[in-house]
């Protein structure tokens, strides 16, 4: 039990390092991104923090596999630079409890990253979609933050407002600018409010202002005094798009024959399914000599990782397509894998070795009768 003990506070110790750096890396990309999409005014500012949430939950289903195989194959590396993986062995430590000790650790970590691919995942997505709408929904003016040049739409028009009331429902103090069938118009108000029509449409009422339309100087140039002016506000589309399929709960994808839905059920499933594989294919890669080094095998191991994801990540695609029939879905590639660790697993135990030399002897029998 002490072998265990130490075998499992190594392994916990680098798994708790490995998924604190992975997702920190993953937050504040994700993050600068969100900002990015504020200033572009396709996100509101006010749910930034949790839009930033709700996607760390989604982006948990690839982070906690990868964060599990790399704690196996870092820890593993670093017993096997200082040689204690190669006492323990001298003393008696088999393969298999050591095995046995990762197939455990990883059916537990499973269990969790199940319930995150299962449950969590799904339910933070359709908490995105939700949220989608409603930012669709919101008041254009909502994404307005004042003191700051806006781009309005898809169209080449910039708006700015010098400030913005506490209910966001009007701003003071307009200037826009846009391009309207060739010709330049400049529009400056004092005060500015959201108004709906019948079918929808959203427009911006400005009061107090005026309208320059056309180039100084030229004849066609106008100036136009208002009291009242409709500027249509062109809603920017909203970038946080989710998925049907993604929100759906795992119970409804059980239940449905659809292609793509089985295809979403199936990856939700291979993410739990690949710790424990991930995890016994780390075991018997992160074998190497003291002179390798802690990170000997470490490109190795990424290199398969990569090959494994994308194989899954087509195999999705062919059973979203009807290319692959349901039965057959994703389930292949982790057989693929399976063969490999099986492979290595035998010759690691010294199996292979003794096949061949069994043969070898075979063959010299029958040369020398």
Request: glycine letters at 8%; one cysteine or more.
């Amino acid at each position: 039990m002490i072998i265990e003990r130490y075998l499992f506070k190594e392994l916990a110790g680098t798994l708790f390092a490995v998924t604190t750096v992975l997702f920190l890396i993953f937050v504040s990309s994700w993050f600068a991104r969100l900002l990015g999409q504020v200033a572009a005014g396709s996100a509101q500012a006010d749910v930034i923090f949790l839009l930033l949430s709700l996607k760390s939950v989604d982006a948990l289903i690839i982070l906690l596999p990868l964060s599990f195989y790399m704690a196996v194959l870092l820890a593993f590396g670093r017993l096997y630079k200082d040689s204690e993986m190669t006492a323990m062995l001298a003393c008696g430590v088999s393969w298999v409890r050591i095995t046995r000790l990762v197939f455990l650790m990883g059916l537990g970590f499973a269990l969790v990253v199940a319930s995150v691919s299962l449950y969590f995942a799904p339910l933070a997505n359709s908490e995105r979609h939700i949220l989608q709408k409603k930012m669709s929904a919101s008041s254009g003016l909502e994404m307005i933050t004042a003191g700051q040049f806006r781009e309005m739409g898809e169209e080449d028009a910039v708006f700015y407002a010098e400030r913005l009331s506490d209910d966001g429902k009007s701003v003071e103090n307009i200037f826009i600018q846009a391009e309207e069938q060739g010709v330049l118009n400049l529009i400056v108000a004092e005060r500015g409010s959201q108004t709906m029509e019948g079918d929808g449409s959203r427009y911006l009422l400005l009061q107090n202002g005026y309208r320059y339309a056309g180039e100084p100087g030229q004849v066609d140039f106008k100036i136009i005094k208002f009291r009242e002016h409709k500027v249509l506000m062109k809603q920017p589309e909203v970038v946080f798009k989710v998925g049907n399929v993604a929100a759906m709960s795992s119970l409804a994808l059980w239940q449905s024959a659809k292609p793509r839905e089985l295809a979403e059920l199936q990856w939700r499933i291979s993410m739990p399914v690949s710790v424990v594989l991930l995890a016994l294919l780390a075991v018997f890669l992160s074998r190497s000599s003291p002179r390798q080094g802690r990170y000997g095998k470490l490109f190795l191991g990424i290199l398969v990782y990569i090959i494994y994801s994308n194989l899954l990540g087509v195999a999705k695609t062919w059973v979203e397509k009807g290319t692959v029939d349901a039965l057959m879905g994703v389930w292949w590639v982790h057989l693929l894998l399976a063969v490999l660790i099986g492979v290595l697993m035998v010759q690691h135990s010294g199996g292979l070795r003794v096949l061949l030399a069994g043969s070898q002897t075979k063959g010299r029998n029958s040369e020398a009768a």
